[in-house]
């Protein structure tokens, strides 16, 4: 019979700043990273991205217009889909000032400055890979880069990395190859079916709106891919009696834009 380590206790959820601190500096840039960082939080989740000569970048939406200058510097490239840019086009855009002039200049990071910040600011990450159906291959691009950056684990569990995705093919393809990394799949499948998710997610990681008690025990009482409990971590929490709540519920991690509120609610 398979020896299963005993279910370890389970303490505060861990919180995990959303895209960065971005309640407070705008998302996926170095500036959210260190704004989370100022704060005392260790993990903090971004989007990752290909640009059309395949450079990774942080970046959530799939266009550059909500979220950089694009219109201004690059008014006849309409729909400013990111497939559509070089990396060195990405490099003049402004990420920061639809947020606030004082971030006015803030790039939009490539994957390895982002993961050189984390680095001098001790952080922890939840790399989400974002539409990985417009970008084939993007999993060994990305292991490449976290492997070429020192960040991949010599051996399940690494402490500072978690890949996750809403597809759950493009997780499945970073459990296969790279089975010591930790993965996550983002969504609330049917119950009926976690058990399949548990093959190649170490985490389950659902929407908090709608979730319950049961739900995130069916979850963990799953054992992932490497005989562990599957865990849970739910997004995106702002409010802090929901923070409360879930919490209540026995969660792993809450995924949040503002991650000191609900570490205040959750007393510190
Ligand atoms: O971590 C999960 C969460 O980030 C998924 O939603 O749209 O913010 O990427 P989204
Ligand atoms: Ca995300």
């Given at each position: 019979p398979v020896q299963l380590e005993p279910v370890p206790e389970r303490d505060n959820p861990q919180v995990i700043a959303h895209r960065g601190a971005s309640g407070h500096a705008p998302e996926n840039t170095l500036a959210a990273a260190d704004a989370a960082a100022d704060l005392g939080i260790e993990w903090v989740e971004i989007d990752v991205q290909r640009t059309g000569d395949g450079e990774l970048v942080v970046l959530h939406?799939?266009?550059?217009e909500r979220t950089t200058d694009v219109e201004a510097i690059f008014?006849?490239?309409?729909?400013?889909?990111?497939?559509?840019?070089?990396a060195d086009e990405i490099a003049l855009?402004?990420?920061?000032s639809w947020f606030?002039?004082?971030?006015?200049?803030?790039p939009v990071p490539t994957l390895g400055d982002y993961l050189d910040r984390l680095t001098v600011n001790h952080q922890k990450l939840l790399l989400e890979i974002k539409s990985p159906e417009l970008y084939p291959g993007i999993e060994a691009d990305i292991l490449e880069e976290l492997s070429n950056e020192g960040w991949?684990?010599?051996?399940?569990?690494?402490?500072r990395l978690v890949v996750q995705s809403f597809s759950a093919a493009s997780v499945r393809a970073v459990h296969e190859q790279a089975p010591e990394v930790k993965t996550g799949f983002i969504g609330s499948p049917p119950v009926a079916e976690l058990d399949g998710y548990a093959q190649f997610a170490d985490q389950i990681n659902p929407r908090h709106?709608?979730?319950t008690a049961d739900y995130v025990d069916r979850i963990q009482a799953l054992r992932g891919p490497h005989g562990r409990p599957v865990e849970v971590m739910t997004w995106t929490v702002n409010d802090g009696e929901r923070a409360v709540e879930v919490a209540g519920m026995g969660v792993d991690g809450i995924i949040s834009d503002v991650p000191d509120r609900v570490r205040e609610a959750l007393g510190g």
């Open positions: 939406d799939t266009t550059l008014p006849d490239r309409a729909p400013w889909r990111l497939t559509d840019f070089t855009l402004d990420a920061g606030g002039e004082e971030y006015a200049g803030e991949l684990p010599e051996a399940y569990p690494g402490r709106t709608g979730l």
